[in-house]
């Protein structure tokens, strides 16, 4: 393993360009290697990046230099490596956990974003990461009912099937569900109703129960029940969808963080807690999907 290491000196009075560069270090993921040393393992991104850093430095009359590092033997590469453990990190992560409150759906999915973050600076990951990652799947579970996500294949389906169906789900409507019934009516079903369930097992043997586990629509290995609809039925390749599909996947399970994520989160959260009624909730939920669909076919087009 090839090492880049950021030799950086900055000027004391420079207190504002000292906090843009630690901050910008510490985004990044590096390791400290002694005091004005920041090592990242080498990569093309990792090397742009902090060639930025050592602009900014140099912007604030500070000295910076860029040099690959390579350790002499496998015991020195090792000790090189462990710079990056992340486990400390991962320990709070789950004391956060632990005093998180069952059923805390909010608390979770900063948990799982928090997870996000940390691992794609984990450029080692280990147990601890596994860890973490066990014990966070295991609450939502709990917590939620979210399906497991199966290991199977992905069934190619035709709409021209599915016209006038009832269409199951969990009640008390998430992005998941919520972004999976518009793609459903808007664009598979124009004619579909809607069951809301207090329990999937309940699920009526002539409805088609999706996002939940055992319905004919959920998970399917890392993709989330809108991604499944949406690839079964080949809506997948419309590039404005997929803008959505990606806010619902990092929304439900996290993953690559989306830039708009956090603002249609709060304006969904907040419809769900004026609109109690499952019903109404999709009809004004769709209203939004139907907004954000015009805005990426503009800006796909």
Known sequence: MIFLALFVTLPTRQSAGRMRVWRALRALGCATLRDGVYLLPESEAHAAALTEVADEVRRVEGSA????????????????????????????????????????????????????????IDFFPGEARRQ?????????????????????????????????????????????????????????????????????????????????????????????????LAASFGLDADPALARIAAIVHFLDVGGV????AAGIEAVLAGLRAAEPDDDALLARASRIFDWLLENYKGKTS
């Open 132 to 228: 973490t990652e066990a014990a966070l799947t295991a609450r939502e579970a709990a917590a939620t009912g979210e399906p497991a996500g199966g290991a199977g294949k992905i069934r190619r389906l035709a709409a021209t099937d599915f016209s006038g169906r009832t269409w199951a789900t969990r009640k008390h409507l998430w992005v998941d569900r919520m972004a999976s019934a518009w793609l459903i009516r808007r664009f598979i079903d124009r004619k579909a109703t809607f069951l809301w369930l207090d329990e999937p097992k309940r699920c009526p043997k002539k409805a088609l129960g999706f996002d939940f586990d055992g319905a004919a629509v959920t998970h399917v290995g890392g993709r989330v029940t809108f991604e499944v």
């Open 65 to 120: 230099e860029l040099f690959l590092l390579n350790g002499r033997d496998e015991p020195q590469q090792a000790r090189l490596a462990a710079l990056f453990d992340r486990s400390e990190d991962y320990a709070r992560l789950l004391a956060a956990l632990g005093k998180s409150k069952r059923g805390d759906a909010k608390a979770l999915r900063t948990l799982r974003r928090d997870f996000a973050a940390l691992t794609a």
């Open 257 to 260: 963080p989306v830039a708009e």
